[in-house]
């Protein structure tokens, strides 16, 4: 019998997941699959807790739901990635931001998102990593970092902090105050910037949160990162954040792509991928491997064509460099 192995976060988007796992599990149980469920609070805890289960009996799952937000995604993405399993996985979301799932197209309805479990497509997509840490989405560093640990202290302290509007109001107080710039030292190819920044960001997927504007060139199977680079603003500092935040361009922000990306900094901070802080480092180093994760999509059109099996997912391809 077909087994799901789903990895839920109960409190996440203020118990939206709670809410929903008796739905998921109705679902399978309907279409004669068996589960196994297991709860884990944080995005460490669904690496740890995924990973042995996929080491002690991996082989008796045919695919992974998540139920929760990008963190908990992105821990069940390291887990599967460390174990070196080609488990396809299927994703129901409940978080706040829920970016990862937006660019994957998957529905925010939950009975829609539970059918693409049962009846979706398995496709091959790019997965970052940095410093031994994966990621499907995004990577930040500065000025994103510090929206992030913004985001999780109003989220603890409001109960209106539960929806991706406190992305906007965390950026636009940290954008407009006086978050000072700092020394880095970018190397992408052949071509380096040494310069004061406030922010630098990598992107893999197509949202990049509501923080900036929108990618220029969105995959998720390109095998390229995409590269914000966010000097001082300098002047009409509130002006600029505005437009940021409505994605509109500004001198200061500038857009490459690269396979492969290393920051050095004059002294260690933390970063943050898919939601979730990670370090602090003095260098991070950033790469892709190519179409290394299978996950179950609706088929949107940036990801049709692009269905492949678990055995060719192994031999990947190599995508040039592009900057």
């Not at 019998?1 to 309907?30: C, E, F, H, Q, Y």
């Not at 998540?66 to 070196?84: E, F, H, K, P």
């Not at 995959?219 to 590269?227: H, I, P, Q, Y």
């Amino acid at each position: 019998m077909p087994a799901t192995l789903i990895v839920a976060n109960l409190r996440s988007g203020g118990g939206r997941a709670r809410d929903t796992l008796p739905l998921v599990t109705s679902a399978l149980r309907r279409a004669g699959h068996a589960y196994e469920l297991v709860v884990a609070p944080t995005a460490d805890a669904a690496a740890y807790l995924v990973g042995t289960t996929l080491r002690q009996n991996g082989r008796e799952f045919h695919q992974i739901a998540v139920l929760g937000g990008d963190g908990t995604i992105s821990g069940t993405v390291n887990a599967i990635v460390q174990s070196g399993a080609s488990l396809p996985l299927g994703i129901v979301p409940c978080g706040t931001g829920n970016e990862i799932m937006r660019s994957l197209g998957i529905p925010k309805n939950p009975e829609r998102a539970a059918e693409i479990l049962l009846r979706g497509r398995a496709c091959a997509i790019d997965v970052g990593r940095v410093n031994g840490r994966y990621f499907l989405n995004t990577f930040g560093l500065g000025a994103d970092a510090e929206v992030v640990k913004m985001v999780n202290a109003l989220r603890a302290r409001y109960r209106f902090a539960r929806n991706r509007s406190v992305y906007y109001l965390a950026a636009l107080l940290l954008l407009s105050s006086g978050f000072d710039p700092f020394p880095a030292e970018v190397q992408a190819g052949d071509r380096v910037f040494r310069g004061r920044v406030l922010m630098i960001a990598a992107a893999n997927g197509r949202i990049y949160g509501e923080r900036l504007l929108a990618l220029p060139s969105p995959s998720l199977t390109d095998g390229l990162l995409d590269v914000y680079l966010l000097e001082e603003l300098g002047t009409r500092r509130l002006r600029k954040a505005a437009r940021l935040l409505r994605r509109l361009p500004v001198p200061e922000l500038s857009v490459q792509r690269c396979s492969h990306l290393t920051i050095r900094l004059d002294q260690r901070q933390e970063a943050q991928v898919d939601g979730s802080l990670i370090g602090p480092s003095q260098t991070f180093e950033l790469s892709l491997l190519p179409l290394r994760i299978l996950v179950m999509h609706p088929a949107p059109p940036a990801l049709a064509g692009e269905v492949m099996p678990p055995a060719a997912m192994a031999a990947g391809r190599v995508a040039s460099e592009v900057l």
